[in-house]
């Protein structure tokens, strides 16, 4: 009994260690690439770079505002961060990311969806793994233990056993870190600037009236986000997306600038979807806020 | 509770240590398996254990009641009463609903119209599988092959035993229940060979059936849009992933078991290498296509008379055992017409003795093809939702101008494609070097074991992961 409890312990770390390694391995890879959006900031700009603007978001701040064409016509630098679907503590993260990796923005322009304008149940989102590489840094962490749930919190614990988090997201996390040793330079669908477009041509089979809404801001981690823009000398600026055929009214109590451009894309031949432009609407809408900023 | 859960890792070590260390001798063992096996059930439902204490406690009297009398009248009564009562809750928790639709429909068909009450039922887990394992002590008792058991205890635990409760091996009372009667001594040989088992278990489920299962569903779901090459993938990828859900499964039980010192007969010994239709289920599902032999086919009559119908009835009601669908019952039916033709020709045998290695080769990789093919086919009426699907998705696999492959419409799934080949191959191998060797199980070295944690780690189905087949049935 003693041999055989013995020889399974003795396995048992041989077998630990060796996937901790290879998940060691695996994640380094991953934070020495610019496969997902926190990757790429650190790797692809220097460090204390100075953006004019960053880009906040998820699947609609990803593919609205072409960050390319802005900088063209107005001269400037900036990022698209966006990660398609996630919500406002993903993008609180990637601010944190931002500011912690010594990188300078002077507007954070945060792309807010109807369904974060009040307060919602906080939890990890589906793409939060892109920050696993980072894993060891304190405000990661944090954030993982604060909203992760479960008996194993695989991402939390990926701290000390980085298999957990590893195994868990294996199509999502191994996989893409095999590529990277190969090409570093390999993205998860976005440019050069950060940014992602719906196909050409792809058109959304809808013939809705318009809809006029009132809503109003209150959730709380706006509030927090303007803080922490503040604090490291930043101003936060509120973007609202075209929706098809949605006109918002919005009350401002919260003292943040918005750019409400809810209504800016009026035909449904540019729209991919009820809340996401195609390459041309994404063009209309990129003007329309051009023009809002000159 | 399922195997690949974190419950029972934590489970299975503190009950291994509490049996081994703290409760030594074989009374207080069998109340800790009998404990725990109950909590391993009642994770599920704990109303469920309700059931299995009634069937235990009515098999336990009436086999005792079997015993005493020397009638054979009342002792068959009391074999009939253990049947009806078994075989009734079984009817009525699984088949009620199935016959009560069948019965609508048939009267629906010849134009009457009648509406009918679904009953609200919750199909207790593994019911079919400890009901069969009762009525085989039940009837061990009336044949006089077993003498009933005065120890309640043993008897219980023997009916709940956690490692093969609600997915099999379906055990014999004349194997197991002696094993609960005796002392039991800490075998290091046997617990090393179940740890091996469970390693290749959970391979087979977490890698093979759970990313093949993705992949399976997808085409499943849209199979009328696909064309021929999805179609035939899906097919395929299910006959690995049944086989590695419910194999996996069987393995993991078995290893469980002989850490606590018990040795449960084989329920799979490499099926898809199998020659004929007649090899295959002498290597599939094992525990009960020799239940099924020894309680249904020889007191039909066996091959002594209507061997033939015998042999179909075995099939149909096998068939019917999987679930309450006709799918079930037409997927027992074809295998009934593919095994009835080699039955008659007495050449069901011909492959029996024949030595593994001597039939490596191109005869025996023909056969072996031709073998699988067929039972891939037949899978597509286990798999299906309906008869009519069964049907549609097999007429398409053979004629079809569609050009839709939903495997290959993205990146990621076609990565899953890659990992279920990639993971059924080395499946392959490993199976096909120990089936070479004459071995019925894979029991690889300490190196091989490291390369399997490895895969399970890294090319598991962890985030996507289904639950076991079987254990719907």
Known sequence: MREFILKLLKYSLIAVLLINVVAFASLFCLRKSEFYKPSYLVNHFEENTKFDY????????????????????????????????????????MLEHFYNNNFEAKKVILTLDRGSFKKGEIKINDNDYRFLPFITNDYVHDYCSKYEKGVIKKLSYSKYFPFLGLSFYNAELFFPSIITIFNKEKRNRFDDYGNYQYPAGSKLNSNNKLVTDEVEITNPMVIELKRLCKKNNSELILYIAPIYKTKLIIKNDIGVEIINHANSVESSDNFYDHIHVNQEGREIATKAVIDYIK | MIFNSIEFALFLPLVFLLYWFVFKNRIQQNILLLIASYVFYGWWDWRFLLLIFFSSFLDFMLSKKIGESTRKSTRKLLLVSSLFFNLGVLFYFKYCNFFIDSFVNSFTFFGNEITSNHIDIILPVGISFYTFQTLSYTIDVYRGRLSPTKDVISFFAFVSFFPQLVAGPIERATNLLPQFLKERNFQRKLANSGVKLIIWGLFKKIVVADNTGILVDLVYDNFETQNQVALILGAVLFSFQIYCDFSGYSDIAIGTARLFGFNLMTNFSFPYFSRDIAEFWRRWHISLSTWFRDYLYIPLGGSKEFKVRNVFIVFLVSGFWHGANWTFILWGLVHALLFIPLFITGNYLKNKYAKNKELIGVRFFASTIITFT?????????????????????????????????????????????????????????EASFYKKNKTEVALNSKGLLFLILMITFLGAFKNHSEFIYFQF
């Open chain 2, 374 to 430: 067929m039972v891939t086919l037949a899978w597509v009426f286990f798999r299906a939702e309906n008869i009519t699907q069964a049907f549609t998705y097999i007429e398409h696999l053979f004629v079809n101008n569609l050009s839709d492959n939903i495997l290959f419409s993205s990146n990621k799934y076609i990565l899953i494609l890659l990992i279920s080949i990639f993971s059924i191959l080395v499946l392959l191998f490993i």
């Open chain 1, 54 to 93: 960053i880009i906040l978001g998820s699947s609609r701040g990803l593919t609205t505002i072409n960050t390319k064409q802005v900088d063209k016509d107005l001269e400037t630098r900036g990022v698209n961060l966006s990660i398609d679907d996630t919500g406002l503590p993903t993008h609180k993260l």
